[in-house]
């Protein structure tokens, strides 16, 4: 069993920068493949990055360039640098990991991103 708990969530200005970071608790976080995703109400959660337990990273189209994944398998942490935020990055974003065994899915409760002047 794996939790997530995320954090670095807040209201910042268009153009601005934050830093989420997910913690997660339990054995193996090494062989999870962690992403991140975000939802806003009325839309369905959209996949914003990944980062293998190989350290490969991959992001969706609208935040390459923007927003970059890493994790820290020492802490048992990922972490997403979100830069040059815009309105449209309005939203909750979930952490989400994934063991070797289908049935190691699990997912955090999220942190609320708002950006707006």
């Known amino acids: 069993q794996v939790r997530l708990v995320e954090s670095g969530g807040g209201l910042v200005q268009p153009g601005g920068s934050l830093t989420l970071s997910c913690a997660a608790s339990?054995?193996?976080?090494?062989?999870?493949?962690m992403a991140w995703y975000r939802q806003t109400p009325g839309w369905e959660r959209e996949l914003v990055a990944i980062?293998?337990?190989?350290?490969?990273?991959n992001y969706a189209d609208y935040v390459k360039g923007r927003f970059t994944m890493s994790r820290d398998n020492a802490k048992s942490t990922v972490y997403l640098q979100l830069n040059s935020l815009k309105p449209e990055d309005t939203a909750v974003y979930y952490c989400?990991?994934?063991?070797?065994?289908?049935?190691?899915?699990?997912w955090g409760k999220g942190t609320l991103v708002t950006v707006s002047s």
């Open positions: 339990g054995s193996g976080f090494r062989a999870y493949d």
């Open positions: 980062i293998t337990r190989r350290g490969s990273t």
């Open positions: 989400r990991a994934n063991g070797p065994i289908v049935e190691q899915d699990y």
